[in-house]
């Protein structure tokens, strides 16, 4: 049964490094999307775009 426990030790060892890898990483990536647009580019700062809110409904800006 020492066996299970190594296994187990090792499994959370291996999450642990996979989820520190995945923090490290990711704050760069949702940051680079959320402050340009996806669709066009525009410099939204994590605000939703102006210019694709302007295309979908048209007249409700001016
Ligand atoms: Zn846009």
Do not use: D
């Amino acid at each position: 049964m020492v066996i299970v426990w190594i296994g187990i030790g090792l499994g959370i060892l291996f999450a642990i490094v996979m989820i520190k890898k995945i923090i490290k990483t990711s704050p760069k990536i949702p940051f680079k999307f959320s402050l340009y647009c996806k669709k066009c580019g525009y410099k939204t700062n994590g605000l939703k775009c102006p210019r694709c809110e302007n295309a979908s409904k048209h007249q409700s800006w001016k």
